[in-house]
């Protein structure tokens, strides 16, 4: 069955860094785009990024561009979000989620379970 | 970017009521509209996509309708493991926004 897990979150500084993975079983990652999304108490869910399935194409929310990138290792059926100069709104929990596109639907048809980023002094 | 207001932001039910739950863009997106519901401390599962498209494995008693600005969440008669926060959310254009959430508590 599908399954998305994701990695590395934390406590860290604000200014500092951070890098999240999702690792993606059970199924063909290089067929689907992937995003991370993230969620607070006080703002609710934020879509923060997309990638395609070659990486050809990538978005972000305007609260993190420039600052987060997101990548893929379809081989290694891992997708990854590099958060830097990290501020105390960043702090959520991020979880990645399986796009689905097709005609007139575009949609998150698998979630993770999330992994919390806390940024404090 | 594309605002999504959600009403009400919470509401009391008893199992078995019929629940409607609104949710209105701030520009037309025709028909690109998903609902998700979330469970306490777990992460968000689709319910709805395309405004009335029922996901795979999601019981009957839930629908969707709309299109353009407006759209609804039913669920037909309430179950004790629907009480959750329910979400719309917009694929139309991105950044892609999610509404503020809808909670549904045991009345």
């Known amino acids: 069955q599908v399954q998305l897990v994701e990695s590395g979150g934390g406590l860290v500084k604000p200014g500092g860094s951070l890098r999240l993975l999702c690792e993606a079983a059970g199924f063909t990652l290089n067929d689907h785009y992937m995003s991370w999304i993230r969620q607070t108490p006080g703002k609710g869910l934020e879509w923060v990024s997309y990638?395609?399935?070659?990486?050809?194409?990538?978005d972000y929310a305007h609260s993190v561009k420039g600052r987060f990138t997101i990548s893929r290792d379809n081989a290694n059926n891992s997708l990854y979000l590099q958060m830097n100069s990290l501020r105390a709104e960043d702090t959520a929990v991020y979880y990645c989620?399986?796009?689905?596109?097709?005609?007139?639907?575009?949609?998150?048809?698998?979630w993770g379970q999330g992994t919390l980023v806390s940024v404090s002094s | 970017d594309i605002q999504m207001t959600q009403s009400p932001s919470s509401l009391s039910s008893s199992v078995g009521d019929r629940v409607t739950i609104t949710c209105r863009a701030s520009?037309?997106?025709?028909?690109?509209l998903n609902w998700y519901q979330q469970r306490l401390g777990k992460a968000p599962k689709l319910l709805i996509y395309s405004a009335s498209s029922l996901q795979s494995g999601v019981p009957s008693r839930f629908s969707g309708s709309g299109s353009g600005t407006d759209f609804t969440l039913t669920i037909s008669s309430l179950q004790p493991e629907d009480f959750a926060t329910y979400y719309c959310?917009?694929?139309?254009?991105?950044?892609?926004?999610f509404g503020g959430g809808t909670k549904v508590e045991i009345k």
């Open positions: 520009q037309s997106i025709s028909t690109y």
């Open positions: 990638i395609s399935t070659s990486s050809s194409y990538t």
């Open positions: 959310q917009q694929s139309y254009s991105i950044p892609l926004t």
């Open positions: 989620a399986r796009n689905i596109w097709s005609g007139y639907s575009y949609y998150f048809d698998y």
